[in-house]
């Protein structure tokens, strides 16, 4: 498809027209459509993704009456995987580390830097006076990771319009009442947006020459950041009065984002936004503006002509990273590409087990209408149990219906949907112990530790990627934008964080003080994700090694000699994300302590009569020894303990 200029020819009297605003409209959106050539295949595979996840499928060749029930497979295990990371990040405490230069030492501590950030993180500015928080944001953007190829991310902030209280006492004598006012005030907030694919596009050579992010504002809004400085102000008065042309690429409309279509009222007025970040070639390859931000409204209009990067940093604003990456590749691929066609074939194949079901229950019946003494009663077709009142002339023993043909299910069929179930279960590195199903056959414990292991490996790598290349890169690039915008950030916010003496070091030093103090002497690490995954396994190695020692006394004497067995249980703890101090006994129970351990002793010694009775009803074993998964003889809750405690995925 050819570029469209969609520009107005100048008429007839006007002001002298900008030419090099004009080739710079032209080259944005030249790359624009660069851009979005080469990303139309993937949106297409997105939406896709898009539509099994929210529960819909094409059944217009369906007939009435026919089965149109879907499996939600996709649904449930995308939103396991989110589950994961958001425990990873909210419930085993700190999830990432500040490394700050020894040169720093005595002056300020890596913790107190991670204080201040986690402040920001828990308060973010979303929209309007909305605010959201850092595991919602990540959460959202893997759930966008696994269906869409590519977490994007624009890290940046804004100030904020506040109203701050002030209590104006009344006055007894002259009889008014006490008062609240406001004072308006602004502070500097950051922001961490989720942007969808369809709005961004990058250089698709692979380059990275420049970014481009598409966005639609409210009118209202482009005035207000041309007030505060952002855009012209002459060239968004323009903007008042016209309409932007309809994008080239089809948006995610209200249907794809799960809700009711609407219409926008006709004071709403929009603004197509196109914010260039990147450098600009001119016609004859060589550099024109480099490591710039530029933006163009409606298409046609220069709001923000090409100025330097405003961030100290130098850096693109935007996050953008695969959850699994092909080589050379700019839009890789998304964990249900596959997955989504898998679904599909299972609703399929589910529908029509239920269509064989139910016509092998009702059939296709023909009918001897004639005969009937009310033809209207077979008008809307013949229920289960209806009485048909036929005419005295029919003969005995003739049927005035009869069924003619059934349905029938296949055989093969449920062998043919449990196949299509396992290669779906690999395809999203899951099985039957992760989603609480019990396995279908006789299956060795040793045999679910090999395949929980193969999946791990594939887990690990995934977890490592959202680790380093996402929630890495969004703190080192929130922090410095904390640093750069420090002096319009409320004293609160470091006071309440902090000590005083740190606070006041940060408050008095000047931006650029602050900013070459900070910026490039912190080290982020962050562990919440794998620390998760490597609990369970330290659980697991720790109850192994204390299983091998309770069975050899020779061991056992030696643990007990060198080895403390309240460290020990208090790392078990830990690693179940115990606190073990709120278990601890308090005095009067530590009084109480030798007449607790008499009763114990008499307990097992009472208990362990039943010990031979009991163990003659555990059932059979496996000939190599190992206990069996599955096979019948195990209750739930002795399968259940195949499972880790920490991430419930399987040990």
């Known amino acids: ?14 002001d002298d027209v900008d030419l090099e605003g004009l080739t710079t409209i032209q080259e944005i959106m030249r790359c624009h459509h660069e851009a979005d050539e080469a990303k139309r295949d993937r949106l297409s595979k997105n939406r896709t993704n898009r539509d099994v996840y929210l529960g819909r499928m094409d059944w217009s060749y369906k007939t009435e009456g026919q089965s149109t029930e879907f499996i939600p497979k996709v649904p449930v295990s995308v939103e396991q995987m989110c589950s994961f990371i958001k425990r990873g990040l909210v419930q085993f405490g700190d999830w990432f580390s500040i490394d700050l230069d020894k040169r720093l030492d005595g002056v300020v501590d890596g913790s107190q830097i991670r204080e201040v950030l ?18 919602l944001v990540i959460t959202d953007s893997v759930k966008m990771g696994l269906l869409e190829s590519l977490v994007i ?27 609240m006012l406001w004072d308006e005030d602004s502070v500097w907030r950051l922001r961490i947006d989720l942007i969808r694919p369809e709005d961004y596009f990058p250089d698709p050579t692979g380059n990275s020459l420049y970014e481009i992010h598409e966005c639609e504002r409210d009118l209202h809004e482009v005035l207000q950041m041309a007030e505060d400085g952002i855009y012209d102000k002459a060239i968004v008065k323009k903007l008042i009065g016209t309409s932007h042309p309809q994008p080239l690429m ?86 249900y590409d596959h997955a989504s066609d898998l679904n599909i074939a299972i609703n399929e194949l589910f529908s029509l ?4 079901g139910i016509a092998t229950v009702h059939g296709v019946k023909q009918i001897r209408i004639e005969d009937l003494e009310d033809p209207g009663q077979v008008q809307n077709g013949v229920h289960q149990g209806q009485t048909l009142a036929v005419k005295t002339t029919l003969p005995h023993n003739a049927d005035v219906m009869k069924v003619v043909a059934t349905g029938a299910v296949p055989n093969d069929a449920m062998a043919m949907y449990e196949a299509l179930n396992r290669e779906y279960n690999t395809a999203v590195l899951s099985n039957e112990m992760k989603v609480g199903q019990l396995p279908p056959k006789r299956v060795l414990a040793t045999e679910v530790v090999e395949v929980s292991q193969s999946q791990a490996v594939t887990l690990d790598g ?21 640093l750069q915008n420090a002096d319009d950030i409320p004293d609160h916010a470091w006071t309440s964080s902090i000590d005083r003496r740190v606070a006041m070091l940060m408050l008095r030093a000047s931006p650029e003080e602050r900013y070459e103090l900070f910026a490039d002497k912190c080290q982020f690490k962050v562990f919440g994700l794998s620390a998760t995954m490597q609990r369970a396994l330290d ?21 007990q000699a060198k080895y403390s067995a309240d460290k020990t249980l208090r ?64 209750t739930p809750a002795q399968i259940n303990q195949l499972q880790s405690p920490i991430t419930g995925l399987p040990s």
């Open 1 to 14: 498809m050819a570029f469209q200029d969609n520009r107005p020819p100048a008429a007839s009297g006007e």
């Open 353 to 356: 087990m239920i269509d064989g």
């Open 250 to 335: 089809d948006k995610r409309s209200d249907h794809d984002r799960n809700q009711p279509q609407t219409t926008d009222p006709s004071f709403r007025k929009k603004v197509l936004i196109h914010e260039f970040w990147g450098t600009l070639l001119n016609n004859d390859g060589t550099i024109a503006h480099e490591n710039i931000v530029s933006t163009v409204a409606n298409s046609r209009f220069l709001i923000r002509k090409p100025e330097p990067n405003p961030f100290w940093h130098q850096e693109s604003p935007f996050v953008v990273a695969p959850l699994i990456r092909v080589p050379f590749s700019v839009w890789h691929k998304a964990l």
């Open 539 to 559: 659980f697991q190695k720790l109850m192994a090694l204390l299983q091998g020692i309770s069975q050899n006394p020779f061991l056992l004497q030696a643990y």
């Open 462 to 482: 995934m977890v490592a990627d959202i680790e380093i290349s996402i929630i890495q890169q969004l703190l080192r690039k929130s922090w410095l934008n904390i």
């Open 571 to 634: 790392t078990l703890m830990r690693n179940l994300n115990l606190n073990p101090d709120n278990m601890a006994k308090d005095e009067a129970e530590k009084q109480n302590a030798p007449q607790e351990m008499q009763n114990m002793l008499a307990l097992s010694q009472a208990m362990g009569g039943n010990q031979n009775q009991r163990s003659s009803n555990l059932g059979p074993s496996n000939p190599d020894g190992g206990p069996v998964a599955g096979g019948g003889s195990e």
């Open 153 to 179: 991310l624009k890290v940046h902030g804004g100030m904020k319009r506040t109203r701050k209280p002030r209590f104006a006492p009344g006055s007894r004598i002259g009889g008014t009442s006490d008062e």
């Open 118 to 135: 986690k402040c920001f993180l828990a308060d973010l500015w979303d929209r309007n006076n909305k605010s959201t928080q850092f595991p």
